[in-house]
């Protein structure tokens, strides 16, 4: 319930385990039986207010998963703030541990391995893995 109030959406019949942290909530989207598991860190931004964290519906994210929508330009000596929405489609499995850099697009159906660092979109129905996150295979689906 608390949820509901406090993020700019939170979707039907979804989880978010103890110990997560969610910094700037009403940038944050979460849609319709969507799973965040424990010790996960949705962060956004302070500075940018059109900066969002979206995340689609039939979502598995697994522990100690890190979003980051905001950083810093190391190209200047004051590092000054960047940021930019980060968005994760329906269907998408986000293994432990990895971490979801600004600006990135998971397409719909996407694996991420655990441990990875994503820092380029990831194509729908692909796996991708690894530190930066590279393609591995597609993803097939049996019914």
């Not at 991420?112 to 690894?130: D, F, H, L, M």
Request: aromatic residues 10%; hydrophobic residues 40%.
């Amino acid at each position: 319930m608390i949820f509901k109030l406090l993020l700019k959406n939170f979707g039907k019949s979804s989880y978010i385990d103890y110990k997560c942290y969610l910094r700037y909530m009403k940038q944050i989207k979460i849609g319709s039986r969507t799973s965040i598991n424990r010790d996960c860190k949705l962060i956004a931004s302070h500075y940018y207010k059109d900066v969002f964290i979206e995340i689609g519906d039939n979502v598995a994210i697994g522990p100690e998963v890190t979003f980051f929508a905001a950083g810093h330009d190391y190209r200047h000596i004051d590092l000054p703030d960047t940021a930019d929405s980060i968005k994760i489609c329906d269907n998408v499995w986000i293994g432990g541990r990895s971490v979801i850099l600004q600006g990135v697009t998971v397409g719909e159906g996407a694996v991420i391995a655990a441990g990875s660092v994503v820092t380029k979109n990831v194509e729908p129905y692909t796996i991708v893995g690894g530190n930066p996150a590279k393609y591995i295979k597609d993803r097939t689906l049996t019914c």
